[in-house]
Every structure is written in C-alpha cells, then in structure tokens.
Nanobody, 128 residues
Framework: QLQVVESGGGSVQPGGSLTLSCTAP????????IGWFRQAPGKEREGVSC????????NYADSVKGRFVISRDNVKNIVFLQMNALDTEDTAVYYC?????????????????????WGQGTQVTVSS
C-alpha cells in the first residue's frame, strides 16, 4: 500500500513562492497518478492539481491556474508542486495522494474520491 510523504510547507508573505514535494520512500511513484489537494480551516478538502504517470498530462483548479506548476521526476521518485504568487486564500494543509492506474498519460482527476493513498499533509501559511 503506497505511503506518500509531503514536505516543503511553511510560512510565506503574499506574493511569495513555495515548492512542495511528494515522495514515497520504498515505493515507486511512477505507477501512480499523483494529485495535490488542500484543506483550509472550516472548508472541505479541494483538488489543486494532478499529473499523469509520465507527466504528459496535468490538470489545475481554476483558482491556481497560471500560478502553480505540478511536475514529476520518476527517476528521482518525486512529485513537485511549485506555488507562485501566493495569496492568503492559499493558506491550507496541502496533501498529496496517489491513484494506481495502468494508463501512462490519460487525463487525471482532481476529485478526492479517485485517490486512495494519502499523506499526512504539510501546512502552508500565507500572511503578512
């Protein structure tokens, strides 16, 4: 059973940048679509972005399009979420999650229900 670990969260001022990482020590991320999700206090968890197994297909929530970039390096067994132009509305716990699939490059989903393997999350706080 895949176990993923998020890192890279922290505190940043509005307009700043952070890069989150998702790793899976002892597992091969290459077999999984990876999604990033977030949950702000008092709100439901929402999909942020996802990336297909070979990285050829990505998807973003409208709220982060043009600001966030998802990428992966299957050799290094890691997935990144680069977050730019951060706003206070981006404050949340960020989670990565995996979805096992045979397809290398099918469009991916940011629907919570499609993912079965979740990390513990990393806090991102954007404030001045």
């Amino acid at each position: 059973q895949l176990q993923v670990v998020e890192s890279g969260g922290g505190s940043v001022q509005p307009g700043g940048s952070l890069t989150l990482s998702c790793t899976a020590p002892g597992y091969t991320l290459e077999y999984y679509v990876i999604g990033w999700f977030r949950q702000a206090p008092g709100k439901e968890r929402e999909g942020v972005s996802c990336i297909s197994r070979n990285g050829g297909s990505t998807n973003y929530a409208d709220s982060v399009k043009g600001r966030f970039v998802i990428s992966r390096d299957n050799v290094k067994n890691i997935v990144f979420l680069q977050m730019n132009a951060l706003d206070t509305e981006d404050t949340a716990v960020y989670y990565c999650a995996g979805h096992l699939t045979w397809s290398q490059n099918s469009p991916c989903s940011t629907d919570n229900g499609d993912y079965h393997y979740w990390g513990q999350g990393t806090q991102v706080t954007v404030s001045s």
